[in-house]
């Protein structure tokens, strides 16, 4: 097992091996064990580790928008000082998928999703109360896949 941050070869194995095609059956991390000849448990514990580390942000499955729920790029305003704070505020909720800061006016830019409008129209009001800025929604018109799977290793 790792003792640091570093990424052992294993962990890029795991990693290249499986950011696509994740099994889709019953017990997925017995199936990627069998294929990288070690444990389930210890599939697990790499991957928890990984994302402790802060080296693997999520492990779950990506669905093209708007499938399953609906969801929305949305962006607010805030005064740099504020900034770190109001990241936070937003990562907690579980309709937050991800956030990240741009170089602009509206300067935090994030993904919401929710199981239908009404229930993201909500997040997005109370993300409104409770920073005290306006969310500018900007729902997509457009369908564009990006691929975000990046290899570790080379073969």
Excluded: K
């Excluded at 000849?37 to 093209?64: H, N």
């Amino acid at each position: 097992m790792r003792e640091s941050n570093e990424i052992t070869a294993l962990d890029r194995t795991l990693l290249d091996g499986f950011q696509r095609d994740f099994p889709l059956e019953p017990r997925p991390f017995a199936r990627i064990a069998e294929c990288l000849g070690i444990g389930e448990d210890e599939v697990i514990e790499r991957l928890r580790l990984l994302q402790e580390a802060g080296l693997v942000s999520r492990v779950g499955p990506v669905f093209p928008p708007n499938r399953i729920g609906v969801s929305t790029l949305a962006a607010l305003a805030v005064e740099p000082e504020r900034l770190e704070e109001v990241a936070a505020l937003i990562s907690a909720l579980p309709e937050v998928n991800h956030n990240y800061e741009r170089e602009h006016h509206f300067n935090l830019w994030f993904v919401a999703t929710a199981p239908n409008r009404a229930h993201l129209d909500r997040v997005l009001e109370e993300i409104s109360e409770r920073t005290g800025l306006e969310v500018l929604d900007l729902p997509m018109i457009q369908d564009f896949h990006i691929d975000l799977g990046f290899r570790l290793q080379w073969t």
